[in-house]
């Protein structure tokens, strides 16, 4: 099952992350996995968090930019080569992915990747024909 990205659109000026994180702060939500991607003039912070409708709600009441996406989440062997082996998987179905980071979430001896997959249903098919654990919930 996918879950819940939130992107929020960031103008690149000093402080502006500093700015949502107090927002999110104030609301009680809490971080599961965050990536920030730049370019001159803007920046894209990618978050899972624990309360996504408070988050998204909380967010735009500040007046930031928000967009959700399904995202999967798969947990990995925290080992040399567990993620080559999920990017073999994918590789080998011919599974596009637009982008990944890594979570926040940790057991011990493991890893949680975030995929944003082109397909997602297909790609999350497959994730599950084989074997691979998916967080559902963070």
């Known amino acids: 099952m996918p879950i ?12 502006r992350l500093a700015e949502v ?4 702060a104030r609301a ?5 996995a965050i990536a920030i991607a730049d370019t001159a003039d803007f920046g894209i912070l990618r978050l899972i968090v ?6 998204v709600q909380a967010l ?3 007046g930031f930019t928000t967009r959700e996406t399904q995202v ?4 990995i062997d925290d080992t040399p080569g567990g993620l080559a082996g999920v990017m073999k998987i994918f590789k080998e179905y011919n599974i596009n992915i637009e982008y990944l ?4 979430e940790h057991k011990s001896g493991k ?9 997602i249903e297909r790609g999350i098919a497959i994730i599950k024909e084989k074997g691979l654990s998916m967080i559902e919930k963070f």
């Open 111 to 119: 890893a949680v990747v975030v995929f944003r997959l082109e397909d």
């Open 72 to 75: 999967a989440a798969v947990e």
């Open 28 to 32: 009680d939500i809490n971080l599961r």
């Open 4 to 15: 819940k990205q939130i992107s929020v659109f960031l103008e690149n000026n000093a402080g």
């Open 60 to 62: 735009t009441g500040a």
């Open 101 to 104: 980071y890594a979570s926040l």
């Open 50 to 55: 624990d309360k996504e409708a408070e988050a």
């Open 21 to 24: 994180t107090e927002v999110l």
